[in-house]
């Protein structure tokens, strides 16, 4: 599913006081941290990965190659921050606003 701009702006505003789950450390996006951010999502729907700074990746690069591994989606790329929802397969449990008709 793609998100809207009143998707993102929903996801940005749930995501404000929540700490990041995943940090992204040295050895850049290994399949450790891909196995991480999937089972975050799985059991949180809205994560929060910190790209540390010796990462070794772009940041929209890195968002983008989480996003895409994870079949989630980026909400938001700030700073050293990637946002990624994914609905939960089975029971979801955040209510994204309803699209205009």
């Keep these: 599913m793609e998100l809207t701009g009143k998707h993102r702006r929903y996801l940005r505003a749930l995501a404000h ?9 040295k050895d850049g996006l290994t399949s450790a941290v891909f196995a991480a951010v999937e089972r ?12 540390g700074e010796r990462a070794g990746a772009d940041r929209h690069t890195a968002a ?3 996003a ?3 079949h989630s989606e980026v909400a938001q790329v700030l700073g050293n921050i990637v946002l990624l929802y994914k609905a939960h397969p089975e029971t ?8 205009p008709r």
């Design 17 to 25: 006081e929540l700490s990041p789950v995943v940090i992204v450390g």
């Design 92 to 99: 979801p449990s955040l209510k994204l606003p309803s699209r």
């Design 40 to 51: 975050a999502l799985l059991d949180h729907e809205l994560i929060k990965v910190k790209l």
């Design 68 to 70: 895409t591994a994870t």
């Design 64 to 66: 983008t190659e989480l």
